[in-house]
């Protein structure tokens, strides 16, 4: 995966606060389900095999670590918006402006 640097740092907080706020919302909402959760740590280990392809890329550019960060910031915004989502099926108030932002992410993401 290259050096560890910041970006990656707040990645694997992001995956824990995810997966913290994801299993309080299934306790909360009651829909707790093994299945999706299993499907989900499925998901955030790819994360890692996206990030050591971006680096072997890097790698072949000369080192520097223009592919590993953009995928790094890619992830951190889906993490970010699937914690967002989480706390709002929990009633958690955020602000609107927030929301918005990473409401925008998303539908552009989706589109493409």
Do not use: H
């Amino acid at each position: 995966m290259g050096d560890w640097n910041v970006s990656l740092s707040i990645l694997a907080v992001f995956m824990i606060l995810d997966i913290v706020t994801g299993v309080t919302k299934g306790w909360v909402t009651g829909k707790m389900s093994s299945r999706v959760g299993y499907k989900g740590m499925l998901r955030k280990s790819m994360y890692f095999v996206a990030l050591i392809v971006a680096n072997m890329l890097d790698l072949l550019i000369g080192g520097v670590p223009v592919f590993r960060t953009m995928v790094a910031y890619y992830l951190l915004s889906i993490e970010a918006i699937s914690i967002l989502e989480n706390l709002e099926a929990m009633k958690v108030p955020l602000p609107q402006q927030i929301k918005e932002k990473f409401i925008n992410i998303k539908d552009d993401s989706e589109k493409k």
